[in-house]
């Protein structure tokens, strides 16, 4: 049996423990770099309540107010390789999907889009969106994204109404 480590054995090993680990972040930056730096986003925003996501759901019009969540929520992962959802997280190889209702198509700031989706004149909607997810490649050619698409209708109709809700829609005013 080991004998027990005394408590300030204990605390310098865990500051050291810290120290090293911060190590494995980024260099620090200098002042010039900083400086430079951009500010950091404002909080993000809570994530809606189980309630709040049933609610939004509801706002919908056919076919999505009748959407699966938990599916969306599934058929999602296909797109997390690529894609982040919270507001002001980073780019991937595709763009970050916050807010995308409503907005023109190649219009998130910081992503390099294909000339065809720059020069498309979308704007995404559940309608557009669900002709882009059948399949990317023939909905608009010349676009970069490789993903292949979903062919199951009900599969896309439940991402959309699952996108809907976990990316800030807003439903529009009665």
Not at 110 to 115: E, L, M, P, V
Not at 155 to 162: C, E, G, K, S, T
Request: aromatic share 6%.
């Amino acid at each position: 049996m080991r004998p027990a480590l005394a408590p300030s054995v204990l605390s310098v090993l865990t500051i050291a423990a810290a120290a090293a680990l911060t190590g494995c972040g980024q260099a620090p930056a200098s002042d010039e770099t900083a400086a430079s730096a951009p500010a950091p986003a404002a909080a993000a925003r809570p994530a809606p309540t189980p309630e709040e996501k049933l609610a939004i759901l509801a706002t919908l019009p056919a076919p999505y107010a009748e959407g699966d969540l938990e599916n969306g929520r599934r058929v999602f992962a296909r797109c997390r390789s690529c894609h982040t959802l919270p507001e002001g997280a980073p780019n991937m190889t595709g763009p970050n999907l916050w807010g995308v209702f409503g907005r023109p198509a190649a219009s998130h700031p910081d992503y390099n889009y294909s000339n065809a989706l720059k020069d498309s004149g979308i704007v995404w909607d559940a309608a557009q969106l669900d002709a882009w997810l059948a399949n990317p490649r023939t909905f608009l050619p010349g676009n970069k994204m490789s993903f292949a698409g979903i062919p199951d209708a009900t599969d896309r109709r439940d991402v959309i109404a699952w996108l809907k809700v976990e990316t800030g829609y807003t439903p529009p005013a009665a």
